[in-house]
Every structure is written in structure tokens, then in C-alpha cells.
């Protein structure tokens, strides 16, 4: 089981409050993940669940347990970092056994964890090599199997990706995904990639400055953004924001349009700008359009290839069912 709730949570460093009280539950077997900005809290948060760091008040439980004041080994959860923290000299059967060998398990039970483990992840054929020998995604995938064999309650990742390169990236994605639908376990997942969030995730938590902007399925953050933040956080390319009369004219103060809601017409459209800088990706293009008077640029995605080139005149119109109206404070206008 791995329920964990945060109960009026708080975290301070001295006279800074960097986490004000924070309620949040994760439910046995979800898959969430912390999304925000650099600076946004999301790893202190990972650290005061795994016991890394201490909470200055509040509560947290896990099972219903109150697992406040226990020390991270008992919590029964295990940690993925960054870094991939493996031993040089020691082979991948040694490094994936090490926590078992520490917690003084009898050898034949640390051997069929590793096994079983190396087997899940795809390592068999490397259990005998050191890790100077794999690549980095390999290397990430021993990190998690030192985790995987612990047989913990949840497993917590930190940004566990961000050392590989952008196709690495992508793979392990993939695999940390389908490890996820084998082994059933509660995960948490920081990344400041929201790429990574909308495609991992059963649930996202945005986090800005502490605090939490908005809790939901993926799709739930894109469809009904709760403010202007989360608007411009979910969704690549992200949300064209415009104010002004073009606003006041569906009765708010700003209004959102993805790039992919808004449709190239030949003419007679609602708004008429320049293409700047084309980004063509083969399945998709995306125009940088200048001079519609709405915004500095406005971003356009369009299917595969379109003619149109630096410099031409092109005509824009929203789809009306898609556009996100939101008030003065930001706030999303039902």
C-alpha cells in the first residue's frame, strides 16, 4: 500500500516560508507528478515526504500512519535521484543488491530480488558488468533497480532524467511508464519538463512558489486551466495569452488560444499578421506570427506542411469553443 496524505504541511529555512500550509493525497498505485518552475518547491516538497528534510509543521501519513517525525529508512520508501549515486568498482548485481546487503538480507533473498529486478528492467545481460561499461540510460535504469528491489510503498523520483540527452530522455520516459503499469506502485515524479508531466501522469500538482495552483488529470489541466499560471505552463508550445479589446470582447480581461486551436483562412479572418520564423517538423509546422496587434508573437501549429513563408500576410481565427477567458486576478471565468 502506498496512500500518502500531507495534512497542513509547512516548511520554513529560517524566517523563510518556502512551502505555506499544503494539503495533498496521493491514493495507493497513482502515478503524480510535481510540475512547476525552478524554485517552485517541488523538490523540497519530494524531500519532506521521503524524510530528507524535516517538516516545520503539519502532518504527514503514510498507510495512515503519522510518518512526520520517522526517519527516512522506516518510511518505506524509495528515493531516485538525479545523480545516479552507483558505485564505480562495485558490478550491476552488486550496486542493485547494495541496499538488501545493508538492511541484511540472507543472500538468497537479495539474489532473487536482483534478479527479478535486472528482469523488469531489462539488465540481465548486464547484472556482471560495472558501470563505467553502460550508457547512461542503463545506468538509470541500475539507480532504479536499487529502488525497485527494496519493495518499497512508493517510489520517489527527482528529476531523474535530466543527465540524458533528449532521446535517452524520451526512452526512459517510456520505460519508467511501463514499470509503473507492472509493478502497480504509488510514484511521485518532480520534473520542471511538462512534456514529461502530461505524458506520465495519472495526476499533476502545479506548483508556484509553494504553493499548490492546481491538482487534475492531464488532460484536466489542459482542457480547464484554473488560472492564468497553470494556462501558461500546460501545454508545447504553450497558450497564446492576449489582452486587450480582443478580450474585452469575449467579456475578460485576458484569453487564452493554443496554438493548435487557432485556424489558417485564406482570408476575412478575425485576426491578420506577418509569419516570422516557421519551425517546420514534418507532422506539424509551428508559425511565429508578429503585427496582429494582440500580442508580441502569436504562436500558430499546423499540420504538416503549410505554404507560407517569412514575410507573408496571414489570416487567423479562433475556434470559439476553445478559447479560455480568465478575469483581472487571473482566475478562470466559467
Not at 524566517?15 to 517552485?40: A, K, M, N, R, Y
Amino acid at each position: 500500500m502506498g496512500r500518502i496524505t500531507l495534512d497542513k504541511v509547512t516548511k520554513s529555512f529560517g524566517e523563510v516560508q518556502v512551502i505555506p500550509p499544503l494539503d495533498l493525497t496521493i491514493e495507493d498505485g497513482e502515478f503524480v507528478v510535481f510540475v512547476g518552475p525552478s524554485g517552485c518547491g517541488k523538490s523540497t516538497l519530494l524531500r519532506l515526504i521521503a524524510g530528507l528534510e524535516d517538516v516545520t509543521s503539519g502532518e504527514i501519513r503514510i498507510d495512515g500512519r503519522n510518518a512526520t517525525e520517522t526517519p527516512p529508512a522506516r518510511r518505506g520508501l524509495a528515493m531516485v535521484f538525479q545523480s545516479y549515486a552507483l558505485y564505480p568498482h562495485m558490478s550491476v548485481r552488486k550496486n542493485i543488491a547494495f541496499p538488501l546487503r545493508m538492511a541484511g538480507l540472507e543472500k538468497a533473498e537479495q539474489d532473487r530480488r536482483v534478479v527479478e529486478a535486472a528482469k523488469v528492467l531489462n539488465l540481465t545481460d548486464y547484472l556482471d558488468r560495472r558501470p563505467g561499461q553502460l550508457s547512461g540510460g542503463q545506468r538509470q535504469r541500475v539507480a532504479i533497480g536499487r529502488a525497485i528491489v527494496r519493495e518499497p510503498a512508493a517510489f520517489l523520483f527527482d528529476e531523474p532524467l535530466s543527465n540524458l540527452d533528449a532521446a535517452l530522455r524520451v526512452g526512459m520516459r517510456l520505460e519508467i511508464s511501463e514499470l509503473h503499469e507492472r509493478l502497480k506502485t504509488t510514484m511521485i515524479y518532480v520534473t520542471h519538463d511538462q512534456v514529461e508531466a502530461m505524458t506520465m501522469a495519472d495526476k499533476i500538482v502545479v506548483l508556484r512558489a509553494g504553493n499548490i495552483e492546481q491538482v487534475g488529470s492531464p488532460l484536466d489541466l489542459y482542457h480547464t486551466p484554473r488560472n492564468l499560471f497553470v494556462a501558461g505552463f500546460i501545454g508545447s508550445p504553450k497558450m497564446n495569452l492576449i489582452n486587450g479589446n480582443a478580450a474585452k470582447q469575449h467579456g475578460a480581461s485576458t484569453i487564452g488560444v493554443r496554438p493548435e486551436h487557432l485556424r489558417i483562412v485564406p482570408e476575412g479572418g478575425l485576426w491578420t499578421g506577418t509569419v516570422g520564423v516557421s519551425e517546420h517538423l514534418g507532422s506539424d509546422t509551428f508559425l511565429h506570427v508578429h503585427d496582429t496587434g494582440l500580442a508580441d508573437v502569436i504562436t500558430v501549429r499546423a499540420e504538416g506542411e503549410v505554404g507560407l513563408r517569412h514575410g507573408d500576410t496571414i489570416h487567423l481565427t479562433p475556434r470559439e469553443d476553445k478559447v479560455h477567458r480568465f478575469d483581472e486576478q487571473g482566475g478562470r471565468v466559467a
